[in-house]
C-alpha cells in the first residue's frame, strides 16, 4: 500500500511540467515553484535560528562520513588512513551529487578525518554511540555530534 502510494507521488512530480522538482499547482492551479529562498526562509523561521539547507547537507555529509570511517577496517600506515579518507570523501560526493573537492571543503567535518588519522576514530565512536540519545537524532548521529564536540 505505502509502495504504490509513494510510487503515485513520484509519478506526480514527474508528470509537473518544467525542470524543477520542488513545484506545485497551489488552489488556483497555477504553477508556483519552490525556491532555494524558500526553503531557507521556511527553515530559519521553524527554528528561529540562522538555518540553512545547506547545514543539512552538511550533517548528511558529516554523517556519512562517519558511517563510513567507523566500518573502515583498521590502518597499519597513515598512507593506508589517508587513502581511507579519501575514499569516504568520494563516497560521500557520489551520494550527494558533489565532486570530492567540494565534499570536503563544505560537506564534511574536519574533525571527522583528524580524529581517524589520530588512530582513535573507532574507540571515540563507539564510546559516543553508546551516549544518550538526544534531539531526537538516531543513534548514530548522536555519536557524530559528541565525537565532534569532543574534537
Known sequence: M?????????RACQELPGQHLLQYFDDDKELRTVSSGDVN????????GDVTAKDFRTWAGT??????????PPFTSTTQAKRMVSAGIKQVAAALGNTAAVCRKSYIHPALANVYLGGTFAIEF???NGSSNSGGLSAEEAAVLTLLKRA
Open 126 to 128: 563507539l564510546k559516543a
Open 41 to 48: 526562509a521556511y527553515l530559519k523561521e521553524i527554528t528561529g
Open 63 to 72: 554523517v556519512l562520513m562517519a558511517r563510513f570511517l567507523s566500518t573502515s
Open 2 to 10: 505505502r509502495d504504490r502510494r509513494v510510487a503515485r507521488i513520484i
